[in-house]
Structures are given as C-alpha cells and as structure tokens.
C-alpha cells in the first residue's frame, strides 16, 4: 500500500530525529498501520530471526517521507538518491525500529544500497534537509513508500513551534 499521501494531515508528530549538526532534523508521523513489509517474507523472516515484533512504525520525514511500514528495505532509493538523503538507520544504531521515534543521529549510516544490516533495517531520510527534488527515489520505490513534496514544509515548520518531546 503507497504512503499516505496526506500523511501531516491524517497523523500526529510522534518523534523527532536529530541531526548531529544541531541544526536539522525530521519528525516521525504516526501510529501507522501494517503494510506491505509485513506481507514481506524477507522482512519477516528478518524480524523473526531478529525476535522482534513487527509493529506499526509511522513515517519518517516531511517533505522527504519513507513510510516504515511500507518500505520493504530493497535500497532502490538509497541507491537512486544523488545527494545521500537517506541511510540504513540500524547501521548507525543497531536498535529496533520501534524505538526510532526520539533520537540523535550522527548521519553516519550506510547509505550504499547492499550496506543494510538485514531487512529489519529502514530507509531514513536524515538527511532531508539536503534534498534537490529530482523525485528519484520516489520513482524507483516498489511499494511506493516515498512521498517528495516541498509544500509538507509548512507542517515541518509548525511541528517545530508544537512538538514536545516526551520526558
């Protein structure tokens, strides 16, 4: 099932991921809902090998989105992608995805397309901020799990003056 193409609209910032530059970051938009990853078999073999539950995880990023529970982790678009908008989030931190909703990123993933860990792992667009709009990514992604639209900036800016983090 493609990302919900009014995603700011129909959801609720749930998280905020920090660049380690201190001066970008993108926010995670949920409760998502099961989709095609978990009808995956190598997505949930993986999780299953991992003895992890696959759980709804929302979407990452606004005007740069991957809808986790979608994104079956091929590398179509970390591979299309010429500015390395995205990375594999668990080569940087090896956690489960679940617990991606409120952290601080280095930006120091692999963003080659085989650099992923296993099928558990995501594409993220941690560095979203870089976009050029070229759509590439949103053209190669299979289950259509990537949304490119520079007029989300509006819900970026007004997650940035209503979004608390959770203590």
Partial sequence: MPIDSNFPKN???????VNA???????????GKLSDAAENESVTAAYTARN??????????TMIA?????CIADGSCIDACPVQVF???????????????????????????????DFTDKSDPIREHDCIWCMACVTVCTPQAIKVDRSNLKYHQNA???????E
């Avoid at 959801?11 to 991921?17: A, L, T, W, Y």
């Avoid at 991957?66 to 979608?70: A, H, L, Q």
């Avoid at 989030?89 to 397309?113: F, H, K, L, W």
Wanted: no cysteine; charged share 25%.
């Fill in 87 to 117: 990375q594999w989030y668990r080569t940087e931190q090896d956690i489960p995805a679940i617990e991606m909703t409120n952290v601080a990123s280095s930006a120091n993933g692999s963003y080659e397309r085989e650099g992923r860990i």
């Fill in 160 to 166: 940035d003056h209503t979004f608390k983090e959770h």
């Fill in 66 to 70: 991957v809808d986790w529970d979608s």
């Fill in 21 to 31: 530059d201190g001066q970008n970051h993108h926010y995670v938009w949920g409760s």
């Fill in 11 to 17: 959801h609720q910032v749930i998280g905020k991921h």
């Fill in 52 to 61: 992890e539950e696959l759980v709804p995880l929302g979407t990452h990023g």
